[in-house]
Structures are given as structure tokens and as C-alpha cells.
């Protein structure tokens, strides 16, 4: 099993930044990438950015481009932290987000619980 935690939500203005991050343990060595995906109330779950095991592989979704940046810090021990960097955010980037991971680039075997993002316009 893969235990990912989220954190780094919270309340910003448009326009702001916010950065979140996700760390996993657990059997990691099972997942080759790790995501993020977001739902906004009444809408469906959509990915939004990926980086591969290594860090050197990121994948963004169309409407995240240019604005945010998902990267791989260093691991401590057998925990793996990967980060969303989050700038220039608008009030449709308003959300839960769900950190994930898993075989793909847009990973959806293991979720977190998620962590909430308000922007305010």
C-alpha cells in the first residue's frame, strides 16, 4: 500500500500563489509517478500536473501551463515529497486537490484525502 499526504491548501487572492505538497510512503517502489488531480464542487476529478519516479519526466494539464510547477524534492529515508508550486491563481483553479500516484502519468491508483484551495476574486 501507498500512504500519500497532502498539504498547503488554503484561502488566497486571485492572482496569488500557493504551494502544496504531497508526501508518500509505503511501498512506493510500486508507483513510477506521482500527480495531482482537482475537483471543483459540481464538476468531475481532472489532472493537473505529473512528474515521473526520477523527477526528470513532468506533465501539466493545458490550463495549468506556464502557472504551475510540479516538482520532486529530496527523499528522507522512505518517504518521497513532491511539490505543486501554484502562481498567478484564478478563481476557477478553486478546488479540492488530491495528490496521487501510481504507473502512469497521470497516476490514479492511490489518492491522499486532499486538501482544500479557495481562490478568492
Known amino acids: 500500500q501507498v500512504q500519500l499526504k497532502e498539504s498547503g491548501g488554503g484561502l488566497v487572492q486571485a492572482g496569488g500563489s500557493l504551494r502544496l505538497s504531497c508526501t508518500a510512503s509505503?511501498?512506493?517502489?510500486?508507483?513510477?509517478?506521482i500527480g495531482w488531480f482537482r475537483q471543483a464542487p459540481g464538476k468531475e476529478r481532472e489532472f493537473v500536473a505529473g512528474?515521473?519516479?526520477?523527477?526528470?519526466?513532468?506533465?501539466?494539464?493545458d490550463f495549468v501551463k506556464g502557472r504551475f510547477t510540479i516538482s520532486r524534492e529530496a527523499n528522507e529515508g522512505a518517504k518521497t515529497t513532491v511539490s505543486l508550486a501554484m502562481d498567478s491563481l484564478a478563481f476557477e483553479d478553486t478546488g479540492v486537490y488530491y495528490c496521487s500516484a501510481g504507473l502512469d502519468p497521470r497516476p490514479t491508483s492511490y489518492w491522499g484525502q486532499g486538501t482544500q484551495v479557495v481562490v478568492a476574486s
Open positions: 509505503g511501498r512506493t517502489f510500486g508507483t513510477n509517478f
Open positions: 512528474i515521473s519516479r526520477d523527477g526528470v519526466g513532468t506533465y501539466y494539464a
